[in-house]
């Protein structure tokens, strides 16, 4: 298994909603990252965790919640959301944080209505 | 099957000469082209673009060419300094279709030496 599998592919979610994102790999790898994706921009990063510890947070609001329950997966955790938060989530992973190996999922478009 | 391809896993250049990272793409509508640096610990950071109507983006140091017949572009550094020493990723996508997320490739560590 060579993937980084993202699910939802597609959300809709109310400002008052709760949901969790999902990230999974197979690969062995120890590194996990969260980016968000505005429309015809760069990912910008969210998140790192490195052995299945917090090791960035780039002063994300804390609306979003990431949680890495082992070395496969990761959660990105929602809660009252706004709908500048709509974007496209990409999780991606790499052997460890010096990056070898790494890959990104397809990604979950989120939408905050 | 893999639509970013960067074949050189590795790559050491001294310090002040060029380093040349390449990068291969299948999907003839990809219209804008990215490279993301990476140190270790940290995760990528936006490097240079460039967009499919041209063939050279210049920053600095940094100049990315893109050659749409052959599917190839390729990011140079001049002159290469040990600061550099980074993993390099490739990416692309196209913007103008539904698709609107990047593809990435897997990676290239250039190690510049003092």
């Known amino acids: 298994d060579t993937e980084v599998t993202q699910t939802p592919k597609h959300l809709v979610m109310g400002m008052t909603n709760k949901k969790s994102l999902k990230c999974e790999q197979h690969m062995g790898h120890r590194a996990m990252y969260w980016y968000k994706q505005k429309a015809k921009k760069p990912p910008e990063l969210m998140f790192v965790?490195?052995?299945?510890?917090?090791?960035i947070n780039e002063s994300v609001p804390s609306r979003f919640s990431p949680e890495c329950p082992n070395s496969s997966l990761l959660n990105l955790h929602l809660h009252a959301l706004q709908p500048e938060d709509s974007a496209l989530y990409l999780c991606a992973s790499s052997r460890t944080q010096e990056g070898y190996g790494y890959t990104f999922g397809s990604g979950t478009r989120l939408t905050v209505v | 099957d893999q639509q970013v391809k960067q074949n050189s896993p590795s790559l050491s250049v001294q310090e002040g000469r060029i380093s040349i990272l390449n990068c291969d793409y299948t999907?003839?509508?990809?219209?804008?082209f990215l490279w993301y640096k990476k140190y270790p610990a940290e995760g990528p950071t936006f490097l240079i673009s460039?967009?499919?109507?041209?063939d050279k983006n210049e920053d600095g140091r940094f100049t990315v060419f893109l050659n749409k017949s052959a599917k190839h572009l390729s990011l140079h550094i001049v002159p290469s300094q040990p600061g550099d020493s980074a993993v390099y990723f490739c990416?692309?996508?196209?913007?103008?279709?539904?698709?609107?997320?990047?593809?990435f490739g897997k990676g290239t560590k250039l190690s510049v030496k003092p």
């Open positions: 999907n003839s509508m990809f219209d804008y």
């Open positions: 965790y490195s052995y299945e510890k917090l090791s």
């Open positions: 460039i967009s499919s109507i041209k």
């Open positions: 990416a692309a996508s196209n913007y103008g279709g539904s698709q609107g997320n990047l593809i």
